[in-house]
């Protein structure tokens, strides 16, 4: 088991610019969840699937977002003309989401800078 | 959705000290999570703890659904036990996720 990984672990990107993140989730999970983090705050959820299908989106999450987790495995998140308000911290987490069991494990993060 | 509010949002202790972390909830939940975020933003996982007690070292966790709160137990404080702490649930069915806003825990020699 090798735990949940993201990619890359840090970008900085100007502003306008897209950008684009990758999650691999615990194999055999079938729950894939985006989080994104600002200093000193928790982090707020951003979307959910459930394997293949995005199943609730935030609010937080504006047209400039997409993610996608084809075959339900890996998932991807791109934010398309990057805002300074953008720059945060994105989490990835897995669950096995086996009926109400929802135990999430986290990746290391992708943390963002917008120039 | 779901409320999360944890107290206190700060804590300074002496190494060896114990101390209490509590996380209030405002609906029942499915799901309650404790985990510790080290200076590098990772998040691990110290409890799954939707109701009852577990201990794991010198840690422990309680969660009283009924009353909705949970309890983190920290006993013989060390320097490697700082970081920020978070409790995250959710109320099932509806499968979003709420985190509180942390406890920022400062444990000095």
């Known amino acids: 088991d090798t735990g949940v990984s993201q990619d890359p672990r840090h970008k900085i990107t100007k502003r306008g610019q897209n950008v684009t993140f990758r999650c691999d989730p615990i194999s055999e999970h079938n729950r894939l969840y985006w989080y994104r983090q600002t200093l000193g705050q928790g982090p707020e959820f951003l979307t959910y699937f459930q394997n293949e299908a995005q199943l609730e989106k935030s609010r937080l999450l504006s047209d400039r977002f997409s993610a996608e987790r084809p075959k339900g495995s890996f998932s991807t998140l791109e934010i398309q003309r990057t805002e300074q308000g953008d720059s945060a911290m994105y989490l990835c987490?897995?669950?096995?989401?086996?009926?109400?069991?929802?135990?999430?494990?986290f990746g290391p993060g992708t943390r963002l800078t917008v120039l | 959705g779901i409320q999360v509010e944890q107290s206190p949002p700060d804590l300074i202790l002496q190494e060896g000290a114990n101390s209490t972390l509590r996380c209030n909830f405002s609906d029942s939940v499915n799901n309650l999570q404790w985990f510790h975020q080290n200076p590098w933003g990772q998040l691990i996982n110290l409890f799954y703890?939707?109701?009852g007690t577990k201990q794991n070292g010198r840690l422990s966790a309680t969660t009283v659904a009924t009353e909705r709160y949970s309890l983190l137990y920290i006993s013989s404080s060390q320097t490697t036990d700082s970081g920020v702490y978070f409790c995250?649930?959710?109320?099932?069915?509806?499968?979003?996720?709420?985190f509180g806003t942390g406890t920022k825990l400062q444990v000095i020699p």
């Open positions: 987490a897995s669950s096995q989401g086996t009926g109400g069991y929802n135990e999430q494990f």
């Open positions: 995250a649930a959710d109320s099932g069915g509806y499968q979003k996720v709420t």
């Open positions: 703890i939707p109701s």
